[in-house]
T-cell receptor, first 115, second 115 residues
Framework: AQSVTQLGSHVSVSEGALVLLRCNYS??????LFWYVQYPNQGLQLLLK??????LVKGINGFEAEFKKSETSFHLTKPSAHMSDAAEYFC?????????????FGQGTRLTINP | DTEVTQTPKHLVMGMTNKKSLKCEQH?????MYWYKQKAKKPPELMFV???????INESVPSRFSPECPNSSLLNLHLHALQPEDSALYLC??????????????FGPGTRLLVL
């Protein structure tokens, strides 16, 4: 079975500060990991994904994430927060069930940016 | 173009009504998904279609009836819903269903309120 745990349901940072959103995974096979962002009243948008090509993955909007197998982590970072980064962020691990891909999502982290 | 469209954006229905949600993509994707998302929760998988055939039904009540008329279109027919079915319904698509590294592209969702 695969799962992800997002530490911190709510993270608040000041504009211009470092953003760090934590995700730890559990997987019996080499994982494929995703970070999605959801802005209010919108669908999910892919930020980045890890598919074993490189441990440091760069995504859109200045976000990046580092895969650390020894720590079973895939934390999302951004050097300098912008007001437009305020949103819900979901980490997900991908599995195959009954021959089809299934994303297993974490509970989400709500990011608030203080001016 | 990585767009998945959904109509309507909002829907209010009574418990005796019949309504349908529509999802469309023109990316040549062969897998399409329906998710249900309650407030402050991650999306939950409901159905997976691959090559217009139902691959996964995650034990969804029969009052939800999916349909995939062609490779670009996915419908969700609603009948005799309960107030607890009120949620954001998200559609997603991916190139193939059988690979864990595939990106699922999400639509903006239909916000459903059952009275």
């Amino acid at each position: 079975a695969q799962s992800v745990t997002q530490l911190g349901s709510h993270v608040s940072v000041s504009e211009g500060a470092l953003v760090l959103l934590r995700c730890n995974y559990s997987s019996s096979v080499p994982p494929y990991l995703f970070w999605y962002v959801q802005y209010p009243n919108q669908g999910l948008q892919l930020l980045l994904k890890y598919t074993s090509a490189a441990t440091l993955v760069k995504g859109i909007n200045g976000f990046e994430a580092e895969f650390k197998k020894s720590e079973t982590s895939f934390h999302l970072t951004k050097p300098s927060a912008h007001m437009s980064d305020a949103a819900e962020y979901f980490c997900a691990v991908s599995g195959i069930i009954q021959g089809a891909q299934k994303l297993v999502f974490g509970q989400g982290t709500r990011l608030t940016i203080n001016p | 173009d990585t767009e998945v469209t959904q109509t309507p954006k909002h829907l209010v229905m009574g418990m005796t009504n019949k309504k349908s949600l529509k999802c469309e993509q023109h990316m040549g994707h062969r897998a399409m998904y329906w998710y249900k998302q309650k407030a402050k929760k991650p999306p939950e998988l409901m159905f997976v279609y691959s090559y217009e055939k139902l691959s996964i039904n995650e034990s969804v009540p029969s009052r939800f009836s999916p349909e995939c008329p062609n490779s670009s279109l996915l419908n969700l027919h609603l009948h005799a819903l309960q107030p607890e079915d009120s949620a954001l319904y998200l559609c997603a698509s991916s190139l193939e269903r059988t690979r864990r590294q595939e990106t699922q592209y999400f639509g903006p969702g239909t916000r459903l309120l059952v009275l």
